[in-house]
């Protein structure tokens, strides 16, 4: 059981860094999901609001449309983390104006993770899939008790464990994944 522990939190270690990593400047990701019928006003008119966004922002933005027949597509925002922060906020300024919002918001960097300081970030840790059990607990108590804790959203994937790991994401602040860690 001590060895489960330290794997766990060597796992979420790793996540802190990545966290570290996006308030120290690092190249940002974030992926917003977007209404199909929306994309054509985001475009604009030969591209030229996309065009415009990028040049006030400096971040690059590319509309993913390969799940349009689904009825959404993907904005990719990639820059620093500023210029990913004001690009998502022109987006989404973008979108109001025709009564929508984003779908969803996956953010990311280099390292893995995306936001700025005080906002709300999202990072990921793969954890050997024997170390899942004790990191959920008994009906999710051990992450129940941690989110509730520490304000942090945690959540795990296990739809790569046949090939023997899981996926931990954890959401909120800085502060409250730093919190999580150490709970």
Do not use: F
């Not at 794997?7 to 990701?29: F, H, M, N, P, T």
């Not at 953010?107 to 990921?124: D, E, L």
């Amino acid at each position: 059981l001590p060895e489960q522990i330290a794997d766990a939190k060597q796992a979420i270690e790793l996540s802190i860094e990545r966290a570290k990593a996006a308030r120290e400047g690092k190249v940002a990701e974030e992926r917003v999901e977007v209404e199909q019928r929306c994309v054509g006003w985001l475009l604009g008119k030969k591209g030229g609001l996309v065009q415009e966004i990028q040049q006030e922002t400096g971040a690059q933005i590319v509309i993913d449309q390969t799940t349009s027949n689904l009825g959404y597509s993907t904005v990719v925002l990639k820059g620093m983390v500023d210029q990913v922060d004001s690009a998502r906020d022109r987006v989404n300024a973008a979108l109001e104006k025709v009564g929508a919002t984003p779908m969803t918001a996956k953010a990311g960097n280099a390292a893995g993770v995306g936001g700025s300081k005080g906002s709300s970030i999202n990072t990921q840790v793969t954890v050997d899939q024997q170390w899942v059990g004790w990191l959920l607990g008994k009906n999710g108590s051990a992450v129940k008790d941690i989110e509730a804790s520490t304000g942090a959203k945690i959540s795990v994937n296990q739809d790569t464990k046949v090939q023997g790991y899981s996926t931990i994401a954890l959401s909120g602040t800085p502060l409250e994944i730093q919190s999580a860690y150490e709970a």
